[in-house]
């Protein structure tokens, strides 16, 4: 296969991290692999799978050469990098939420619309994490009979709020009355049914992803999506349990058949739990039930690791697809 | 008020000190006090609110002269010493689930159906704890829009598995490697979506309770509940995200303004967490909300002390309206 050189972009972060790790385990043909962070960050050194690499400062010619750039910066210091990424002609996969809702960049779950990364016009957005773990448990369930109307109640783990989240939790674990700085009340011994800022009509920012995401990504502009996102004091798998309603009438044996063919999926009975997920690529899915008296009704439970699929892996994912069909740099589609 | 003899039926457990906390708070007129406990308790010294009390063995001469006995031990204990009780006649305040269905026993939330107290025929079972949860945060919205289906996520703390549950989670936060004896996986870092044994559809004890009990205590044979009750490291406080649909158009404002004159509830804005009401006999709601396209939908987070007004609070409340209502010996009713 073709050899490129990539960038991570906030290299030194949890999901920076997680990117560099999923690249040399599913062997990604970098020709140069750069480490890119803050100021700060500049000259740590990270080691994984043996190999030691140095972080540099993120500077505008960081960026030139590379024809991918993995984005795990937040919104603000993606806005700030991108007019030099831009300029590299490099394909920016991104996972902040700065680009997802903008009709010219695709939203990607590769299991899902990977055709879409052919659209791009230099950026790709990883969708938020618990509209991944969601949607990838749904889609057998939307394949076979259409989903109309969802409720999820989140059960997500402290690494989707970073390093910072995770060290925040063990230092709580140690010492209760540690104020809390990352999470707006302690999150060790609690939950917190509050990720982002609430709206005016009192719904988190990580609710409107769940249900714009997913609208966006299966184009389906009419999906209902009512949810509860709550913070668990877990390390770093999320949770959902998942009502979905469908357009037709559900045949249970039919799609458990169908989640065990599923690429990325695990049919796992009766139940996943997240801390055995830590390090999986999978999304798991047990608990599937259904009421006889609601035969267009199912409710599941799904776990998976927000650092891999929910972050890394799934942007790591789009690179190999962009790279294997010919799809990294937009003039090459259009000639 | 008249005094009365009461006893405490395993009252080494969790749910047993904290009926011994609650009966001293709330000054409950007792003349004697008894706790009772398995052979292998007999002896212990309990001491709460600077008082001691010497726990005895429950042999058949401990329940003579008991006005009251609150029982706390699990189903087949109580099935055990259900006879002694009968025949002392005490009124059996009963926190297993072991009569909780039976026809001839109130299954009683004071604040939603203490009528019923007046009906006992020397049981009152006291609802399983995720049920009162719910129907305490959802009884204002019943009283006004009429409760027509819901779809609930638990949030559990292992204090519903009593001692052993919490002392599970307290060593597995030292020693993640210590194999779970009490819980299905390993709590601590964890979430597990199960809490009692799964029937053939797949559904939890704790999930049956939570429809059952439910259409009793609120007499609506046709409510559909549909739950998944999931245990999180939280010692001893239970929340719940809830979806509820009304036979009514809801009014938000009105409903608030319901919820903050509700004996028991505390509506907390923007949302309660877990840990904040340790120690309360309160149940908070927060987070509600809704979605303009359906006006007979609502969402809501709500939060209490399991130990509390889960179980302890809610047995002393029934013994209180007995006792003040004249209820509390079944001849006394038919006299």
């Not at 609690?190 to 988190?204: D, H, K, R, W, Y």
Request: hydrophobic share 40%; glycine share 6%.
């Amino acid at each position: 296969m073709q050899q490129v050189n990539v960038a991570i972009l906030g290299a030194t972060g949890a999901v920076g991290r997680t990117m560099l790790e999923v690249l040399l385990q599913r062997r990604f043909p970098f020709r140069q692999l750069r480490l890119l962070a803050s100021e700060k960050s500049a000259g740590q050194r990270l080691e994984c799978h043996g190999r030691q690499f140095v972080v540099k400062k993120a500077d505008r010619d960081q960026f030139e050469g590379m024809d991918i750039v993995l984005g795990a910066v937040d919104n603000s210091w993606i806005r700030h990098y991108l007019p030099w990424i831009r300029q590299s002609g490099a394909l920016l996969i991104d996972n902040s939420s700065a680009f997802r809702m903008d009709p010219h960049v695709p939203l990607v779950i590769p299991e899902i619309n990977a055709a879409q990364i052919a659209f791009h016009h230099g950026i790709i957005a990883n969708p938020n994490c618990a509209t991944i773990l969601a949607l990838m448990a749904l889609w057998p369930l939307h394949c076979l009979y259409g989903c109309r109307r969802l409720w999820v109640s989140t059960y997500q783990a402290v690494s989707g709020a970073g390093k910072r989240g995770m060290e925040e939790l063990t230092r709580q674990l140690q010492d209760p009355r540690m104020a809390p700085e990352v999470f707006p009340r302690p999150i060790a011994g609690n939950v917190i049914p509050q990720i982002g800022a609430l709206n005016e009509m009192g719904i988190s920012e990580e609710e409107q992803k769940l249900q714009r995401e997913g609208r966006k990504i299966l184009d389906l502009p009419s999906l209902q999506v009512s949810c509860t996102c709550v913070r668990v004091p877990v390390v770093r798998c999320h949770s959902a349990a998942i009502v979905a309603q469908t357009e037709k009438q559900i045949d249970l044996e039919a799609l458990m058949d169908r989640i065990r063919h599923s690429p990325g999926l695990r049919l796992q009975l009766p139940y996943p739990t997240p801390l055995e997920y830590s390090g999986s690529d999978l999304t798991a899915v047990g608990r599937l039930r259904m009421d006889p008296r609601f035969p267009d009704e199912i409710q599941l439970w799904c776990c998976f690791d927000q650092l891999r699929k929910g972050a890394a892996t799934n942007a790591v994912q789009i690179a190999e697809w962009a790279l294997e069909q010919g799809w990294l740099r937009k003039e090459r589609r259009t000639s």
